[in-house]
Nanobody, 119 residues
Framework: VQLQASGGGLVQAGGSLRLSCAAS????????MGWYRQAPGKQRELVAT???????NYADFVKGRFTISRDNAKKTVYLHMSSLKPEDTAVYYC??????????????WGQGTLVTVSS
């Protein structure tokens, strides 16, 4: 099982970006999906999660600015980020809870995509 994240880049403060993360491999079911981030010198932190039933949860610092969504047919989770701030600069990682075709369960991580917000 692999997660491929994309969409990061350099953006000015106040701008927007959309991150995508596509899952592939021997997947039977994808359960919860989410985005985390890690800024230089800091621990990885949760940004947003979405369940298989489309219930969402956001960290307080992104509420009202970021929106998480998923397309189950494409096995893809998105993070639309708006009103970006310099403190949003970080490597963003996607995560998914997956049941494989051989009925094992694993928590898969993407490789990370860098978001840099300039002031």
């Amino acid at each position: 099982v692999q997660l491929q994240a994309s969409g990061g880049g350099l953006v000015q403060a106040g701008g927007s970006l959309r991150l995508s993360c596509a899952a592939s491999g021997s997947i039977s079911t994808i359960y919860g999906m989410g985005w985390y981030r890690q800024a230089p010198g800091k621990q990885r932190e949760l940004v947003a999660t979405i369940t298989s039933g489309d219930s969402t949860n956001y960290a307080d610092f992104v509420k009202g600015r970021f929106t998480i969504s998923r397309d189950n047919a494409k096995k893809t989770v998105y993070l639309h980020m708006s009103s970006l701030k310099p403190e949003d600069t970080a490597v963003y990682y996607c995560n998914a809870g997956v049941r494989t075709t051989v009925l094992t369960y694993l928590s898969a991580w993407g490789q990370g995509t860098l978001v840099t917000v300039s002031s």
